[in-house]
C-alpha cells in the first residue's frame, strides 16, 4: 500500500477520482454482499424443506408445490370452494401479497394464488428466461394441471400482462376479470413508465437491488399508504434476500420496455375478452398507472365496473381489502355454500374510501362507496 500511494497521488486528478469512484463502488458491493450473506444465515427454513418460514398467523393456507412440465417446481396455494378466483401477483411481491383478500374469500369461492417461477417460493427449470411471456405459459400449464374453468382473474402490476397473455390465448378458460394498477400494451421508453423502466431496470436498479435490496425494500415502503407491521414487511421481503434470488426485481422493471413484443400480443388478445364482465379497482396514488390506462381498460372491457381508490396506491390491497372483499363478493355470484369436506391434499383495518364509476347512457358517475364496504349495484341511469 506504501508502495501505490505515490503513484495513485501522482496521476492526473481526473484518474485519481475515477480511482476513487471505483474503490468506493467496491466498498458499497462487499458491505451489500456481506449484509445479503448474513441475512441469509439468519432466515430460518421452513417445514417440508421450504425455504424459510410463513408464520401461520399471518398466512393461514396449506402451501404446495407442483412441478410442471415444463420443469418449473411452482408454490400454491388452493383454499375453499365455489367459483374460481385466480390471484396473479405483481413484482416486487409473491402469492403472499393476497393472504387478505384469500382468508375473506375462500369462504365462498376457491382461492388460488401462485408464485412465479423465480419469485416466492417456485423454482425455475434449467435454462429458463422469467420473461413475462414464460411466466405467462407457466400461469397456463398451473391452470391446466389444476382443471381449472370458468376462472375469474384477480391480477396487480405484472398480473395483468401475464394473466391476460393467458386469457388472450385461452379465452374459453376465463369467465370475468378483476384488475388494478396494471397495464396491457406496449410501453413507450419517453413516457414516465418507460424512464422508470430504463432506470431501474438498468445498471444503477441493478447495482441496489442486487447489493442492497433496495427496490424491493422501497418498492413495499412506497407502496403502501399505511404503516405496514414490521413483521408483515419482513415477511413480503423474505423470498428477495437470498442473493441469487434479488437479480427478478430488477430486471422486471426493464421489461416494461424490452417485452415490446410480448405486449404486443397481450394488446392484440383483448378483444377476445371484450365480452367479459370487469371489476376495475384504481388506486389514485399510484403514479405509475394513470387515467390513460385506466381509460383503456374502461374502452377493452365495455362491461366494467369502475372502483377508484384516493387513498391507496400500487399495493391497493394492503389498503383497501375490506373494500375489495365486499365489491369481489358482489361482482362474483358465490352459489350455494359447498359442504364442508377436508382441504384439498397438495399435488406434490385499514379502509380508504373508494368511488365507484358507473357508465351508463348519460356518460359516467362517479359515487363514493359507504365506508361499510357496501357496493353499488346497476348502472347509471
Request: glycine content about 10%.
Amino acid at each position: 500500500m506504501a508502495l501505490l500511494v505515490p503513484r495513485l497521488v501522482e496521476r492526473p486528478r481526473s484518474l485519481r477520482a475515477a480511482a476513487a469512484a471505483v474503490a468506493t463502488l467496491g466498498a458499497i458491493e462487499l458491505v451489500g454482499v456481506a449484509g445479503a450473506l448474513s441475512s441469509e444465515r439468519a432466515a430460518p427454513r421452513g417445514p417440508q424443506g421450504m425455504a424459510f418460514e410463513i408464520p401461520r398467523a399471518m398466512f393461514d393456507v396449506d402451501h404446495r408445490f407442483v412441478e410442471l412440465p415444463s420443469g418449473a417446481r411452482v408454490h400454491y396455494v388452493d383454499e375453499g370452494q365455489g367459483e374460481t378466483l385466480l390471484f396473479l401477483h405483481g413484482n416486487p411481491a409473491w402469492s403472499f401479497q393476497w393472504r387478505e383478500l384469500i382468508h375473506g374469500l375462500r369462504g365462498s369461492y376457491r382461492c388460488v394464488a401462485l408464485d412465479y417461477p423465480g419469485f416466492g417460493l417456485s423454482e425455475a427449470p434449467a435454462g429458463f428466461g422469467f420473461t413475462p411471456g414464460e411466466e405467462s405459459r407457466v400461469v397456463e400449464e398451473l391452470v391446466d394441471r389444476l382443471g381449472l374453468r370458468d376462472v375469474t382473474l384477480v391480477m396487480q402490476d405484472w398480473g395483468g400482462p401475464i394473466g391476460l397473455g393467458f386469457a388472450g390465448r385461452r379465452p374459453e378458460l376465463v369467465r370475468r376479470v378483476v384488475l388494478g394498477s396494471t397495464w396491457a400494451w406496449p410501453t413507450s421508453a419517453s413516457t414516465p413508465r418507460g424512464k422508470f423502466s430504463r432506470i431501474v431496470g438498468g445498471p444503477i436498479g441493478e447495482f441496489a437491488q442486487v447489493n442492497f435490496n433496495g427496490f424491493a425494500a422501497l418498492g413495499i415502503d412506497n407502496g403502501i399508504v399505511r404503516e405496514l407491521p414490521a413483521e408483515v414487511a419482513d415477511v413480503y421481503l423474505r423470498p428477495f434476500l437470498p442473493l441469487d434470488r434479488r437479480g427478478i426485481a430488477a430486471f422486471y422493471p426493464g421489461q416494461i420496455t424490452a417485452a415490446t413484443e410480448y405486449f404486443a400480443e397481450v394488446e392484440a388478445g383483448l378483444p377476445r375478452l371484450a365480452d367479459r364482465k370487469a371489476l376495475i379497482f384504481w388506486a389514485l396514488k399510484d403514479v405509475g398507472f394513470p387515467r390513460s390506462d385506466l381509460a383503456r381498460f374502461e374502452a377493452a372491457f365495455p362491461d366494467h365496473k369502475t372502483i377508484e381508490l384516493p387513498d391507496a396506491d400500487h399495493f391497493f390491497f394492503e389498503d383497501a381489502a375490506e373494500v375489495m372483499i365486499a365489491e369481489i363478493r358482489a361482482f362474483v355470484p358465490a352459489g350455494p355454500a359447498a359442504p364442508t369436506r377436508a382441504r384439498r391434499r397438495p399435488l406434490t383495518t385499514w379502509q380508504t374510501t373508494p368511488v365507484v364509476c358507473l357508465r351508463g347512457r348519460r356518460g359516467i358517475r362517479r359515487v363514493p362507496v359507504p365506508i361499510d364496504g357496501t357496493s353499488h349495484g346497476g348502472s347509471a341511469p
